[in-house]
């Protein structure tokens, strides 16, 4: 019989964040394995959501209880702690001498780096467990995992030496066998490994350079205007002492400002992004058409690269309230019933 349970933020605190929420869901199974106790630890995903990053994994206990008293992420050189602090108890009666599965979710601070280093740590009742969180660093640990079989293996076979030799005999051919299939099964993940980096490292290339096309057309749609308010505003802090030649200033540089919003810009823009990005606003119009003009506007600046405050002059609003609109236009998206919502989210 098995039992399906579901507990959001398994914490010691009675205060939670509005934006980082621990997630933890568990099975339990009444049958029982006849290995012995065993804690297993399995990396899942990795992923930037919402200006965080959320890392799922699973733990897999066989008849082991066990408490994690802390989460951490090694991130290049950082180390960080969860948004929400985090601190598990698995020795209740309800989950001990029980196969349990556990699958968690943790928010960190967001970051942009990654590194084939990087890998959560647990420290549990039992040690601590680390898990990379790269394919990199899953390949390398798969493969000092099976060489540290290996070796185990041959320590054991070394250690039988003194008995029968017809023992030695069976004990040396199993061994033997078993660490052909290893080097063959080793090999086979390599090569599917490096096929897969091979072919991510392709794709991560043409992303590269399509972003760096679509930032190029940007820079030509927009560049010349923004150096000349560039120039404004250096004359402006210049002649602060003449009022006369600062309201002259200012009123150029609200010319050159308003010049950006109109509507033949805006739609050259869009001609640019629907190019470099597979005709994304083409798809958010057929697949959102209750969406209104200004939010399909506030779109366009987005998947452009702009910077929230380049965004906010273009767009007439403050910095506070360009975060609140990001926010709930995500929101909107993904509870709406677009084939595409998880890739229009993912280019905002």
């Known amino acids: 019989m098995c039992r399906y349970i579901i507990i959001l933020g398994i914490l010691f605190f009675s205060v939670f964040s509005v934006d980082a929420v621990n997630i933890v869901t568990y099975t339990v199974s009444d049958s029982m394995t006849a290995s012995p106790e065993k804690l297993e630890m399995r990396y899942r995903s990795i992923s930037n959501y919402d200006d965080r990053v959320r890392i799922t994994f699973e733990l897999k206990s ?18 960080y702690s969860p948004l929400e602090p985090f601190t598990l108890i698995a020795q209740t009666p309800e989950v001990a001498g029980k196969s349990t599965e556990w699958h968690i979710a943790l928010d960190f601070p967001f970051s942009d780096l990654f590194d084939e280093k990087d890998a959560l740590v647990l420290s549990t009742d039992r040690g601590i467990i680390r898990c990379p969180t790269s394919r990199e660093g899953e390949l390398s640990e798969s493969i000092n ?48 490994k490096r096929r897969e980096i091979e072919e991510l490292s392709l794709l991560i290339s043409k992303r590269t350079d399509r972003n760096m096309e679509l930032e190029a057309k940007v820079d030509a749609l927009y560049g010349s205007r923004l150096d000349t308010l560039n120039m404004l505003c250096n004359e402006y802090f210049e002649k ?32 640019i992004v629907n190019t470099f990005l597979d005709n994304i606003l083409v798809k958010v119009k057929e697949q959102l058409p209750d969406l209104k003009r200004n939010d399909l506007i506030f779109l366009t600046y987005l998947y452009a690269g702009f910077s929230p405050r380049a965004i906010c002059i273009f767009t007439d609003i403050k910095i506070k309230n360009f975060y609140n609109r990001r926010s709930r236009l995500k929101d909107r998206i993904l509870a709406s019933d677009a084939a595409d919502k998880e890739y229009f989210v993912s280019k905002m």
């Open 240 to 271: 602060n002492d003449s009022e006369k030649v600062k309201l002259t200033l200012y009123n150029e540089v609200e010319k050159h400002i308003l010049a950006l919003r109109d509507s033949k810009n805006i739609a050259e823009l869009e001609g």
């Open 145 to 192: 995992m099976l060489r540290t079989d290996y070796e185990e293996q041959l320590d054991r076979s070394n250690e039988n030496s003194h008995k029968a030799w017809l023992i030695l005999t069976i004990v040396l051919s199993s061994v033997l066998a078993v660490c052909g299939l290893a080097l063959v099964i080793v090999r086979r993940r390599f090569i599917m």
């Open 62 to 79: 066989s008849n082991a209880p066990f408490t994690i008293y802390k989460a951490e992420w090694v991130n290049c050189d950082s180390v």
